[in-house]
């Protein structure tokens, strides 16, 4: 039935793992973490996640006008960062209309404006956390609700303990819209130790030490977690919590960056077989 044998990792091998997820036998098909000869692949590799990032963001339903930027940082020149451009919608971002701009909002690549709002929060943590390769911020329907309850989230589920202690609730400048620098600034020492944040009156902001994939996909999870959060408390009963030692057990194990990597590459699959013109 089977043309080969499968053998099993060695101790050495399954110790050098980083996730329980990763298999233990040897010659199954399974993502792996690339590699690069030269910064000019690792870039147009990031470019491209980022873009799918975007796509699914348009898939999720995450669009509002213009608002919602996505940035990871460039491999070479890392005081600078690739971003979607101003006024494209999630899906018409595509590589050739990325744009590459410094921590002082000054677009030194591509044609587009850059988005004020994403260049004064982003700009701030980039500059400030040089460990953050990637961050994440939309409009969301779910995420703005519950920003506006000024609390965090609690572990109710699996799901939820993935964020547990590993994000934070932000109220400077709660609610103005961040266009002056001094409000990046206000924001940005946050993000030290955490990917993610609830920015009250305003939304969702994720960030990643990894890549573009991992904090989108963190976004993508922390919006879900919201929106049942809501739907929980909705219902009038109190919840049943996960254990602080368990939700620490599952945030280890499910909650890493490397596992938000790993959860985008069924996404990037599908977006890359369906939506070719995003390599455009």
Known sequence: ????????????????????????????IFPQ????????????????????????????????????HLTVRDPEFPELYWTNPMCVHFSQVRVSNLILADHKGKVVEGDYAINRAGFVLHAAV?????????????????GTAFAALGKPLEPI??????????????RDEAGQVAVEEKAGL????????????IHQNHGLLTASRHSIESAAFWFIALERCCQQQLMVEATGQTPLLVSPDRARY??????????????????????SKTQPDMFD
């Not at 206000?186 to 944040?197: E, I, P, Q, R, S």
């Open 157 to 170: 589920s699996q799901d939820a303990a993935a964020f547990f202690e590993d994000h934070v609730v932000i």
């Open 1 to 28: 039935m089977l043309d080969k044998v499968k053998t099993t990792l060695s101790p050495q091998q399954q110790a050098a793992a980083i996730s329980i997820y990763q298999p233990k036998q040897a010659g199954l």
């Open 126 to 142: 980039h500059e400030a956390h040089p460990d953050i390769m990637a961050m994440c911020h939309a409009h969301t329907v779910y």
């Open 186 to 197: 206000a924001v940005c020492d946050w993000f030290k130790d955490v990917k993610a944040a």
């Open 250 to 271: 599952s945030r280890e194990h499910v909650g890493s960056d490397y596992i938000g990597w790993l959860h985008f590459q069924p996404i990037w699959d599908q977006l």
């Open 33 to 68: 973490i690339p590699s690069f000869d030269n910064h000019a692949e690792e870039r147009q590799h990031r470019k491209e996640r980022l873009v799918a990032a975007c796509r699914a963001f348009a898939q999720q339903g995450y669009d509002y006008g213009f608002a919602g």
